[in-house]
């Protein structure tokens, strides 16, 4: 799914307007109409609402969500706020309307005007959507700040006011704490970002059925990959002839004494998301833990505690490495070795980034394409320091640019970011905030580039799969007891949901 600017959203609207045809007052009653019914069927009328609008089509939403819920019979008061003196069109007619079913409708002049709040009220907040363009200042920044400080439930309208779609958000006291955001058509960047976890909770986007031909002839760096994206990505095996060496040997390299458990967790990934065969290469200390816990895993091994020579034997389809690896300095040493000597496609993590970050110049012996996946930290011994999410997207698109590779940034909304396009995943919660599901993620993604999957979509469809285990887990297990080694247990069910 494509996440748009605001510009090309109100381009989709215009177009769907002029050719449709509709007017913007029935689109505009199309799309507050969904944020009706999404109201109506999540809370009980015996709640009082209080509806704050401004004046433009933000606000015009406001005003028909207020007419629509109190025809359904919930007692709701409706607040203008007026933006200078400008009305747009459909939100003077839904004034007209509301004023029509005899609603409260009281004008914001000056703060004593402000209506008392309960934190038992449902605030819907429609003061300022997607033509926010600049920082809401005066009376419009009191009006927000009383409303995160009343602690009521508070739905946004398209997008919490005073927060910017596409870009940072300087005076984070002048934006509205959502509970919940509906949002119209495309989700907005805005909502990915770890900057604004204070602003944006739970959303849920709400097809307002603009063109979808337009919209998809719009270009755009950023998606937003959800289960339509997996379907469409997930290879299903109907080779009858298929053999082992079809899906592929993935060859995982990591571990140290104390920390062999890591390279196991990923090897098992691996080969539970299918790959052919799957060799580990470890300290020897490891051999009897890898051996026992995975009999279907080869082993190979390096110096007692840690690995240094890293010269595994096998001719793999691709190669993980970093787990568990640790940066002792005979580490280091080998690992230079290897990337001078390797043409194989890696999958990097952990130590290994950290071995990199200490080593900028080793990046350039990285093969095309290959895939880092770093958490936030490592991204920032990776990339330097950033002041906002904004900056931290520019200075990974130069990365992945520069060095021809693909960057799995891990979190909430995890980022995949290719050279072509950004990539955030839907999947996942903080179940996975557990030691070691990196781990798998990675063995997932080595697994899945073993079978044949590109770089692109072994990243995209792993990141999906390693969240969606977590959504399946949790949907009858407490979040807290979810662990890595379960991670691979729920693969199929994601796998089996995919095929329906
Ligand atoms: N036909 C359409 O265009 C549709 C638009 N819709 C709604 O319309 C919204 C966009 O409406 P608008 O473009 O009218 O913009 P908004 O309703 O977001 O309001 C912006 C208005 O406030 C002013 N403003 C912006 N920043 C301000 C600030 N900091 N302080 C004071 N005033 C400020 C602007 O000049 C403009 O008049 C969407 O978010 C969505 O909620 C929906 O009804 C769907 C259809
Ligand atoms: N709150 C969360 N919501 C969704 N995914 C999460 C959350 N917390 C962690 N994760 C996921 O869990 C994984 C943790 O990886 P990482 O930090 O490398 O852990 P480890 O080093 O223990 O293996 C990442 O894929 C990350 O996206
Ligand atoms: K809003």
């Keep these: 799914m494509k996440i748009l600017s605001p510009k090309q959203i109100a381009e989709a609207d215009h177009y769907t307007i002029k050719n449709e045809p509709i007017s913007p007052v029935n689109l505009m009653e199309r799309a507050a109409t969904k944020c009706f019914e999404w109201i109506s069927s999540n809370f009980e009328n015996t709640k009082s609402v209080k509806v704050f609008c401004g004046t433009g089509n933000n606000g015009g939403d406001g005003l028909v969500i207020a007419r629509l819920l109190k025809n359904k019979g919930f007692s709701v008061k409706t607040f203008i706020l007026p933006l200078g003196n400008k009305q747009t069109e459909e939100f003077s007619i839904n004034l007209k309307r509301l004023d029509d079913v005899c609603a409260k409708i009281v004008f914001i002049e000056k703060q004593e005007d402000l209506p008392k709040l309960s934190p038992r009220d449902l605030i819907i907040d429609a003061i300022f959507g997607n ?251 990776l990339i330097g320091k950033w002041d906002n999410d904004y900056e931290k997207l520019e200075k990974i698109k130069i990365f992945v640019e520069k060095y021809s590779i693909i960057l799995v940034v891990k979190g909430a909304y995890t980022l995949t970011a290719t050279k072509e396009a950004f990539y955030f995943n839907s999947t996942g919660n903080n179940a996975l905030a557990t030691a070691g599901s990196g781990d798998v993620l990675t063995g997932i993604i080595t697994g899945l580039l073993a079978q044949g999957y590109s770089p692109r979509e072994a990243s995209c469809f792993g990141v999906y799969i390693h969240g969606r285990t977590a959504e399946i887990y949790t949907t009858n297990h407490a979040p807290e007891t979810f662990t890595a080694s379960l991670i691979a247990d729920y693969l199929s069910d994601v796998i089996l949901e995919l095929q329906e």
């Design 131 to 381: 033509g926010l363009n600049r920082a809401p200042e005066g009376l419009s920044k009191n009006l927000i700040q009383y409303i995160n400080e009343a602690k009521a439930t508070v739905i946004a309208i398209d997008i919490p006011s005073g927060l910017f779609s596409g870009k940072s958000v300087t005076a984070k006291d002048s934006v509205i704490k959502a509970h919940h955001t509906l949002t119209f058509q495309v989700p907005k960047l805005a909502f990915f970002l770890p900057d604004n976890k204070n602003f944006i909770k739970d959303w849920t986007i709400l097809d307002i059925k603009l063109n979808t031909s337009f919209i998809n002839k719009l270009p755009t760096k950023y998606h937003y990959f959800t289960a339509q994206e997996a379907k469409a990505t997930y290879k299903a095996r109907n080779d009858k002839w298929a053999h082992k060496g079809t899906y592929g040997h993935s060859l995982i390299i990591g571990g140290s004494y104390g920390k062999i458990g890591a390279p196991t967790l990923s090897a098992k990934a691996a080969l539970k998301i299918g790959s052919g065969l799957v060799t580990a290469y470890i300290p020897k200390c490891g051999y009897t833990i890898m051996q026992t816990a995975l009999p279907e895993v080869m082993a190979e091994t390096d110096h007692e505690i840690e690995l240094a020579d890293f010269t595994p034997t096998i001719n793999a389809t691709v190669i993980e490495i970093g787990p568990g690896m640790g940066t002792s300095d005979l580490t280091l040493a080998g690992f230079k070795k290897f990337l001078q000597n390797n043409k194989t496609p890696l999958v990097v993590d952990a130590d290994a980034l950290n071995c990199l970050a200490l080593n900028k110049e080793l990046l350039t012996l990285l093969p095309k394409n290959s895939i880092l996946t770093p958490h936030p930290k490592e991204l920032e011994r």
